[in-house]
């Protein structure tokens, strides 16, 4: 059986863009999908997109990276800190589906878990995976969070990272819904929840599925 290694860009609350997503790749055992972060706030469906992780977790090698709304609200509930940038930045809609009541552990458990487990970043044979960016000129193990979840690629893409590996990121997105490609760095953000894509791509075969919020695929 073919082993794959697959990662799936920003999903911001686009339960149905991933769910269609998984149906079309059909994950097995034998698989790898790699999760780039930001699963929660702005798109519809924050709750309904962890459970599908949850779920995808159970069939298949998931392996989740953090991203920086997950960062905002895992700051809020673990450390008290202030609420302010992540409600500014789309965290109103995760509470409001999560039926927050004013009581800060709204999460399910099995939640909880699964954002508590996210790491900041993932190394498969020639790939390398981040949120956002990373420094080129640092080991990935000595990079600082800023770059790793926060960096915007509109100022200025990295060079090739020293480790010769190729990057394959999210959170800077491409509002035209295509998949940016430089060769050593690969941004898989097509902006679903604004009207874009969500994107899949298969690293050995770059092999590419998308579909929209409303969970229609893109030929
Ligand atoms: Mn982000």
Known sequence: MTQRLIAIGDIHGCRKALDALLDE????????????????DRGPDSRGVIDSLV????????????????????????HGGSHQGWLRYGGVETLDIYGFDGDLDFLPPSHLQFLDSL?????????????????P???????????????????????????GKTAVVGHTANRGGDILDSGHLICLDTYCYGGGW???MEMNTRQVWQANKNGELRA
Do not use: C
């Not at 790491?119 to 420094?135: S, W």
């Open 25 to 40: 790749i059909n994950p097995t055992s034998s698989d790898t999908i790699v999760t780039l972060g930001d699963y929660i």
């Open 55 to 78: 779920d995808l977790g159970e069939r298949t090698k998931l392996v989740g990276v953090l991203g920086n709304h997950e960062e905002m609200m895992l700051e809020v509930l673990h």
């Open 119 to 135: 790491g900041d970043f993932y190394v498969a044979g020639d790939y390398f995976f981040t949120h956002a960016a990373y420094d």
């Open 137 to 163: 000129d640092v080991p990935l193990e000595d990079q600082e969070i800023e770059m790793l979840r926060w960096y915007s690629l509109t100022n200025g893409i990295p060079t090739q990272h020293q480790s």
């Open 198 to 200: 969500l994107t899949a």
